[in-house]
């Protein structure tokens, strides 16, 4: 297919191969840990990632010796050649090295002391533009001005920002080291180092595409990972970007050096998060891959996010954990990603959240399918089609909400609108230019969904050859407007009309009388790549989602809940979830950004201090401060009850299809079908024999029993590559092997066990 060009790349994911050495397999935080196990060879770490996902060349080493051996007397080579002079004590005492010059593929790398036997690691290195793990990058792809290749590689540039003392500048402000600011304000980090607040911006390209990295510096002082600056705190926060698009070009890094949600009106609100991060010794990164309006593509999300914290660990320094923040696609990526790839963070506080994009998808196309129904009717049934009926069955406060939600999102889906990097020239027309790029997020998503099968082919896709991206919706089955009916909101006859009407859309989105059938293996490999996040790996991670009312605006409450219901179903608790509720629109309180990261930090700094042998999951829960809970907030950064708002201040709406029966959870794209039956509940109201002979006919195979699982409905897999061992692409994905031994221990503290299976 023409927007997946295959591209072979070295992946082999190799097992740690340790020759006689010991060591557990959990990870090792700053610090590390010595070599207690009396073995009689060195003990090897890779600490910056999986020893198999390395990329750029390079890799943080530890290497600690034999008991009663000293470090200088270790020999280290690389493929066979003599690296010990790289190696040199870290500012904790432990034997550490930025190992450079590794190939592209599997490296061997060697350790020895006098006398004693050789312990060996593979570690499998990447190219610096990817991929790593996401399978074949789409094509085609232009650059950012001044890219030295064709995968946009560029050397990092560094810039500088100062907070003021003047309080009537506000935010960071550029600064030059080679002519100082005079109103420098200064800042005590949690760890109570004081310093003054000047923060350097690291501006880079890996995976094609563009990376930030921001923290307090001293400019006239040395930092290394073996010994960084004193201000670091060995955290990690990482802003997300918002929508969900798909663009054919590099795009920039959402900013590190503000990050206040989105209110009404566009206008940023309540205290700056990022800023309060940088002042208390953290780490703030971005990567462009990571605004899901950017790239909504899970798979290159997770690897964009690894890539670049494996290169800000080899830069700055290890990690004690990792916290996401991020409103509406922030929220998106920081979900499916934590179910996907649990490890990637240990926190995450979505804000204007959307579990995931498949499953917020299938909201929005039907909505579109419900305005075109609606469009469709003559003038007079468009009058007995009141606004109070329709939102009935659109689930909605207002119908608002539909059109904002089709206006704002249903573009994403439609392969014929442009998209960035594209030229009108290059984009897909289904008569005219068959072969051209679908600027649509399934065909995007292609490794994901992989591509549709010959017998459903349209004639596009024969005169080129190949099926486009599989569609994971479906509404076979689905009854629209069935609550709304039962409570008598609209009549027997609206009713039949609606659903003998509405139809579907086909692979270009266009409506379809018939209803919309789901393709294989699209609609399994949309649960089993957790682009339907079933949350079955989330709880490993510790959330605060922040969440205020929606009045319209297409951030619908309801997904907060959602999410909860997943883990309820899942987990039988949600006890890993707490929800912020405020009256402020969408976002719930104007400092719940700040005060939810505060209370972030405090829980896992208490999950890091558990060196019990619980899994991470019930430390996650046994570790929760006493004081943190669902709350409810007065919108200006004051708690006002640690308990829900309630529906007063934060109602919970529906969506077309809860309202045909599903419940909150929302994540059956395609339901389990059960047959047709007059007896059912339809309400009061009955039907005429005529109508029901219709009914039938609307649906011949039965209609949607939402009391069981969804078809091909299955758990999320953790950990998948979308290629093999040559780069080709795996349609759908499958499990890594589990992380090699003792690598991926910078990740976090060892508390976390970040690879742990």
């Known amino acids: 297919m023409q927007t997946k060009m295959r591209r072979v790349s070295v992946l082999a994911f190799a097992l740690l191969v340790a020759a006689c050495g010991g060591g557990s397999s959990g990870g090792g935080g700053p610090g590390g840990n010595s070599n207690a196990s009396g073995s009689n060879s060195p003990t090897i770490k890779v600490l910056s990632n999986r020893a198999d996902l390395i990329n750029g060349g390079d890799a943080l080493v530890e290497v600690d010796p034999p008991s009663g051996t000293a470090a200088s007397a270790l020999r280290v080579s690389l493929n066979g050649q003599d690296i010990s002079a790289q190696f040199a004590a870290s500012g904790g005492g432990q034997y550490m090295a930025l190992v450079s010059g ?9 350790a020895q002391a006098p006398g004693l036997a050789v312990s060996s690691v593979t570690i499998v290195n990447h190219p610096q533009g ?38 009537l500048k506000r935010g960071l402000q550029p600064y030059d080291p080679a002519k100082p600011a005079i109103d420098v304000a200064r800042t005590t980090t949690d760890q109570g180092v004081a310093v003054p607040f000047i923060v350097r911006v690291e501006t880079g390209y890996q995976d094609r595409d563009q990376y930030q990295i921001a923290v307090l510096f001293q400019p006239k002082q040395a930092w290394t990972a073996l010994k960084p600056q004193q201000q670091f705190n060995h955290k990690l926060v990482i802003d997300h970007g918002a929508s969900c698009g798909a663009q054919y070009e590099t795009g920039t890094a959402p900013s590190t050096t503000s990050y206040q949600p989105l209110g009404l009106g566009g206008l940023a609100i309540g205290a700056d998060s990022a800023v309060y991060a940088l002042g208390a010794g953290f780490a703030v990164m971005s990567t462009a891959l990571d605004n899901s309006g950017h790239d909504c593509n899970l798979a290159v999300q997770a690897e964009s996010l690894i890539m670049a914290k494996e290169h800000l660990i080899e830069s700055y320094g290890t990690l004690r954990y990792t916290i996401g923040q991020g409103c509406s696609g922030g929220s998106l990526a920081q979900q499916w990603i934590a179910n996907a790839y649990p490890g990637v963070y240990q926190g995450i506080l979505p804000t204007c959240s959307f579990p995931d994009a498949v499953s917020s998808a299938v909201q929005v196309a039907e909505y579109h399918m419900l305005i075109g129904y609606f469009g469709r009717l003559s003038a007079a049934q468009q009058l007995l089609w009141t606004e109070e009926k329709r939102s009935a069955v659109e689930g909605a406060a207002s119908t608002i909400n539909a059109v904002v939600s089709d206006k704002g999102f249903f573009y994403a889906l439609v392969p014929t609108s ?22 649509s997020v399934v065909d995007y998503d292609i490794n994901i969904f992989g591509p549709r099968p010959p017998g459903v082919w349209t004639a596009p896709e024969k005169q080129i050859g190949h099926g486009f991206g599989g569609l994971a919706a479906d509404n076979v089955g689905v009854q629209y407007g069935l609550q709304a009916l039962q409570k008598q909101q609209i009549t027997p006859a609206e009713f039949v009309d609606l659903n003998a009407n509405i139809g579907g859309l086909d692979v270009d989105m266009n409506h379809i009388t018939q209803r919309l059938v789901a393709d294989e293996p699209a609609l399994a490999n949309a649960y089993r790549s957790g682009s339907i996040n079933e949350t079955n790996n989330l709880d490993r991670t510790a959330i605060i989602d922040c969440r205020g009312p929606n009045p319209c ?16 179903r899942e987990h039988g608790s949600h006890a890993n979830q707490l929800i912020w509720e405020g009256p402020s629109v969408i976002v719930g309180d104007a400092d719940c950004n700040l005060n939810s990261l505060a209370a972030m930090d405090r829980w896992l700094a208490a999950i890091e ?5 619980a899994t991470l999951a019930q430390k996650v829960v046994n570790d929760k401060p006493a004081d943190l809970s669902d709350a409810c907030w007065d919108g200006n950064g004051n708690k006002l009850s640690s308990q829900l ?13 809860m309202v045909a029966g599903e419940d909150v959870a929302t994540d059956i794209s395609k339901c389990t079908l059960k047959p047709l039956d007059r007896s059912d509940n339809y309400g009061p109201a009955a039907f005429t024999d005529a109508q029901w002979t219709q009914l039938q006919g609307i649906f011949p195979d039965g209609v949607c029993d939402f009391t069981q699982p969804g078809v091909q409905q299955q758990a999320t897999i953790a950990w998948q590559t979308y290629q ?9 994905g499958q499990a890594m092997p589990a992380a090699p031994a003792n690598s991926g ?5 060892p508390a976390f066990g970040v690879f742990a299976q």
Do not use: E
């Open 609 to 613: 201090a558990d060196t019990g042998t």
């Open 553 to 568: 605006l297409a951030h619908d409450s309801y997904r907060a809940f959602a999410v909860r219901a997943r883990l309820d």
């Open 645 to 657: 708002c309630g529906p007063a201040v934060v109602p919970v709406y529906g969506t077309p299809r």
């Open 102 to 110: 590794l190939t592209v593929g599997s490296n061997t790398l060697s």
């Open 724 to 732: 093999d061992g040559t780069g080709a692409v795996i349609y759908g």
């Open 418 to 439: 442009l998209c960035g990097g594209v030229s009108s020239q290059q984009l897909y027309n289904p008569t005219t230019n068959p072969g051209g790029v679908r600027c």
């Open 130 to 167: 990817g991929p790593v793990f996401a399978g074949p990058q789409i094509q085609p792809w232009t650059c950012q001005q001044g890219a030295v290749d064709a995968q946009c590689n560029q050397a990092p540039v560094y810039t500088w920002m100062y907070k003021s003392s003047d309080p």
């Open 745 to 749: 221990g910078g990740w976090a503290s």
